[in-house]
């Protein structure tokens, strides 16, 4: 006889595999090709962008690993036996307080970029407030349910990238993607380092993998997620480099915004395509930031396990709102996400690095 | 899956109608009767015919009420019957022989049963059975000839089709079911009667294939029945919204239909039918997302076709929710998102209108409601008659008198014929609904408020289940084997298996499945 096991609150295979692109592929894919045009010269921030992704791929497994080491077990209690409890509740608490901090740039982030394409008069505040209320709408249902609206939206955000890549091949120009191979040492090196902006928030699964339906695959399924994300910015990077050729690029603001721009749909029912392109955006980034919430609300959970989980989204909602105002313009606000970034990359990577070998060095094996 | 929620329902109240009136029948005839017209008030329409068996002097009597029963099958086969006993055939010295004979050979009815309680009688006359009294016996007999005027069986009124089977059910239970068994064959249909209302005491069936569906469902539609305490279930409306899921979404979580092919082939499926006497609505559970964008036709008719349908019922779906919202935020935020010419020809046709397109939309759009629904409750030629005066008078005079923009105008007409694309009724009503949320946001945020809601609208979808089967799937979970029959009709020899996401039994619908 057979149950409705997919009905439970399980992450199955395709659900951890598109977890990895909808966390990592949010409001960072508006900007990265100028980043990575800054430090490196011709195409070569295909290479930047594979370092960073082969980093990044390193991290994910090793996280998903580790994480799989334990299977059906929250981070806390991982943690715990790991490293002794009082530690494991600041490293849980860490983690937490960091994705709530994403959360708060991406909040910001997203109102920034829709009042300067959607909106003339819509104050930044406002446009901010709805989306978080509709983020915290999706937290307080399921969590599963957040898993299920990456693989609903996943799709719409694949298909409006390519069909937009697809339209610029009239202005692409291969003669842009020379020179090759000119980029020095540092560049590559300092171009790494902003591309690593671009890949971060591979943090929850260090919480999200607990939920995994088959935690042996886990890994397999993380690295295929962090492929796909690879695949996507180098398809944007170089069709960006394409059409706008390396020096555009680089003094563009949001230079995949600009892609869209770019397009004349045929028949043109649409004179602006990138107000259309933005706005199926928005279901990426919301992506991002309902996960990168919800991570701090089980971070939260998981240490203070007798309260509702309501009582911490309203604690949090208002801190997240109050944080994502505190960057007064532009620059600051870059700064900011630069901060969060490498703050959370750092985080994820240390703490993984630190239970994995001392577990190791307690000699703990994989538990069944 | 189990929702709680139901649970809590007064079970205390039952108990005490069920006790009340389990008296005994005397032996003495006329002391019956008394006790019969004193339950029931003795209303004009309670027959009592007393008389004699035979030619003898065996009182006996029969009761009925006039209108339930079938008069001519009473003459013929019960009263002629028994009166014209000859006297060798009455000669039993014993009443209770002579009663377990006349129950045996004499009543020449194929459904009848003895019972030994006043609550047995009222039951049975109530819902139109025909009680026999022997004098002496403190037992009677209850005959169904349950007859009255019943309609026949006609065109399916809400869900026509070009192609397919003419038949609709009707308000007789006995015919629905037969039916729907003259579809399904297969011995191991399930119909299992239970009944709902305290005091209407409606028959309801529970249909299911045994075999296919996954006794989960069953299992689950069966408790959440159990609890249904209502007064009266005139239509199975009531037992929906007793044992929905969600009573907060617009979305409906149980699709109704009227055809019989309908409900066979969902059974076939692996899903459960709910019948009700007194109505031609069927309930069919569980239903998802995409199950209620799928019509009969779709399957009857060659597959590139069917897909051609699914396709255009999804834009009709998506236009008739997004139409007015796109055009509120295209005219009021994102002039700029429109080519020049188009623009500028929006923009003269809006010269005289004194209102924002917010309130320019929401006057058609409430108009438009208005029409549809005065449509329905005049009868059928003034109806016709309406639509008429306000499709093309009112919007021809609203357009001259600079109310409204010709191109609002357009905006409108498209969403209403994009609305009526829809297959199911219930979720033509959500989408009615949710095109006023969108309308809203639209008119705060622009596509960003639009955005926002088509993603909360997706947050509830994918929270929501029916008969705890996720409501979204198979978009989310997503099983890609049902993948082939969604917004796609793939041919007939790719949908060899029953949807991935009902678990059936038996996962196969055709031979051709096995390898």
């Known amino acids: ?368 | 899956m189990a929702r709680s929620r139901f649970g809590r329902h007064k079970k205390q109240q039952q108990t005490k109608v069920e006790a009340s009136f389990a008296i005994e029948i005397f032996k003495d005839i006329e002391q019956n009767i008394k006790n019969l017209n004193n339950m029931l008030d003795a209303p004009d329409d309670l027959m009592t015919r007393e008389f004699t068996i035979g030619h003898g002097e065996q009182q006996a009597a029969i009761a009925y009420i006039d209108g339930l029963v079938d008069k001519e099958l009473l003459q013929n086969n019960i009263l002629e019957n028994l009166q014209n006993l000859s006297v060798e055939q009455q000669s039993e010295e014993d009443v209770e022989a002579m009663f377990d004979k006349i129950y045996q050979t004499f009543i020449s009815i194929n459904k009848i049963k003895k019972g030994t309680t006043l609550d047995d009688i009222s039951n049975g006359i109530l819902s139109g059975n025909t009680v026999f009294y022997l004098d002496g016996i403190d037992a009677v007999l209850i005959m169904d000839i349950k007859g009255g005027e019943t309609r026949a069986i006609e065109q399916p009124i809400t869900e026509t089709l070009i192609r397919g089977p003419r038949t609709s059910f009707v308000e007789s239970i006995g015919t629905n079911i037969s039916l729907i068994r003259r579809n399904i064959r297969a011995p191991n249909l399930r119909l299992k009667t239970s009944q709902v209302g305290r005091r209407s005491k409606n028959n309801l069936v529970l249909a299911y294939v045994e075999g296919i569906v996954n006794p989960e469902i069953v299992q689950e539609v069966s408790r959440r029945l159990e609890t249904i305490d209502l007064d009266d279930a005139p239509e199975s409306g009531f037992i929906e919204q007793w044992i929905e899921d969600s009573f907060l979404s617009p979305f409906p979580q149980m699709m109704d239909t009227e055809r019989p092919d309908v409900v066979s082939s969902s059974l076939l499926q692996g899903k459960v039918a709910i019948i009700l006497d007194g109505t031609p609505f069927v309930l069919i559970a569980p239903t998802t997302l995409g199950d209620i964008l799928k019509s009969p036709e779709d399957y009857y008719e060659r597959w590139l076709y069917g897909t051609l349908l699914r396709v255009l019922r999804y834009i009709g779906a998506f236009l008739a929710l997004f139409l007015p919202a796109i055009y509120i935020s295209l005219v009021s935020f994102h002039q700029g998102l429109l080519p020049s010419k188009l623009a500028f020809s929006i923009a003269a046709s809006r010269e005289g209108v004194p209102f924002p397109a917010f309130v320019e939309a929401m006057l058609m759009v409430i108009t438009m409601e208005l029409l549809q629904e005065a449509g329905v409750r005049l009868p059928t030629p003034i109806g016709q008659t309406i639509g008429i005066v306000g499709g093309l008078v009112i919007g021809e005079a609203a357009v001259q008198a600079g109310i409204v923009s010709p191109v609002m105008l357009i905006v409108i007409a498209l969403t209403a014929i994009a609305a009526f694309t829809t297959p199911t009724f219930s979720l033509s009503i959500s989408l009615r609904i949710l095109r006023f949320g969108f309308m809203f946001a639209a008119a705060f945020l622009g596509l960003y408020g639009v955005i926002l809601v088509y993603v909360m609208i997706n947050i509830h979808l994918v929270n929501l289940k029916s008969f705890g089967v996720p409501y979204a799937t198979p978009f989310a979970p997503t099983m890609l084997g049902d993948m082939k029959d969604l917004v796609l009709r793939a041919p007939r020899f790719m949908l060899m298996k029953r949807p991935e996401y009902l678990q059936t039994e038996d996962e196969k619908s055709a031979n051709k499945g096995e390898k």
Request: neutral net charge; contains cysteine; charged residues 10%.
């Open chain 1, 1 to 368: 006889m057979k149950w409705f096991t997919y009905a439970d609150p399980k992450i199955d295979d395709k659900e951890i595999m598109i977890i990895v692109p909808s966390m990592l592929i949010g409001g960072g894919i508006l900007t990265f090709p100028r980043f990575v045009a800054d430090e490196t010269v011709g195409s070569d921030g295909w290479i930047v962008i594979l370092i960073g992704g082969m980093l990044t791929l390193l991290v994910a497994w090793t996280v998903a690993k580790l994480a799989t080491m334990f299977p059906n077990q929250s981070f806390l209690s991982y943690a715990s036996a790991i490293v002794s409890k009082p530690v494991a509740v600041i490293l849980t608490f860490l983690l937490g307080t960091i994705s709530m901090l994403i959360a708060s740039y991406v909040v910001r982030n997203i109102a920034n970029t829709a009042k300067e394409y959607l909106f003339e008069q819509t104050p930044m505040e406002v446009i901010a407030l709805t989306f978080l209320l509709v983020v915290i709408y999706a937290i307080s249902s399921s969590r599963i349910g957040l898993f299920r609206l990456n693989m609903l939206f996943f799709p719409f955000i694949f298909l409006i990238t390519i069909i937009i890549m697809l339209l610029n091949i009239k202005w692409f120009d291969f003669g842009d993607l020379l020179p090759m191979f000119q980029t020095s040492f540092t560049g590559y090196i300092k171009g790494t380092g902003s591309m690593i902006t671009s890949y971060v928030g591979l943090g929850i699964l260090l919480f999200y993998l607990a939920l995994a339906d088959r935690p042996k695959r886990a890994p397999k399924m993380v690295s295929i997620g962090v492929c796909i994300v690879m695949f996507f910015y180098f398809l944007v990077f170089i069709t960006c480099i394409g059409v706008f050729g390396h020096a555009g690029t680089a003094n563009l603001l949001n230079p995949t915004v600009e892609l869209a721009k770019q397009v004349e749909i045929p028949g043109g029912i649409f004179e602006r395509a990138e107000v259309v392109f933005y706005v199926i955006w928005i279901m990426a980034i919301f992506n991002t930031t309902t996960m990168a919430f919800d991570i701090a609300v089980l971070a939260l959970h998981s240490i203070f396990k007798k309260a509702n989980k309501m009582t911490f989204i309203f604690i949090l909602s208002p801190l997240i709102y109050l944080i994502s105002m505190i960057p007064e313009n532009l620059v600051e606000l870059n700064h900011f996400g630069t901060f969060v970034s490498y703050v959370s990359a750092g985080t994820t990577v240390f703490v993984t690095i630190l239970l994995l070998i001392i577990a190791k060095i307690r000699g703990m094996k994989q538990v069944e």
